[in-house]
């Protein structure tokens, strides 16, 4: 393996990390507007989970076909932060559902 070859290697290694960090990052400001947002109506919140799921949806085909090497990164970025604010937003709809039936 030539150097330039373990720099890239290493460099998209850093690369994902930095972009899981930023997701967290995120993710945790998300949660805390999610806090104070807490009275939102079922219809409100299933037109959040719907319109996150969309957004997933929309970020995978994106990965899927973009060409530019340059932009593989910020795709994949996207799409995973579209699929955790989807995941987060439909477990906040099950506890709720968990609780109100409970």
Known sequence: MKVEETGKIFGNKGRIHGIRCSISR???GMRSNM???NEMSHEEEMDNLKQAHKEWRQAELYFQ???DTELIDHAIYNMEAAKKKYFYLLNQVREKVSHENA
Do not use: A, P, S
């Open 26 to 28: 995120f993710l945790k």
């Open 35 to 37: 806090e104070i947002n």
């Open 65 to 67: 076909n973009v060409t």
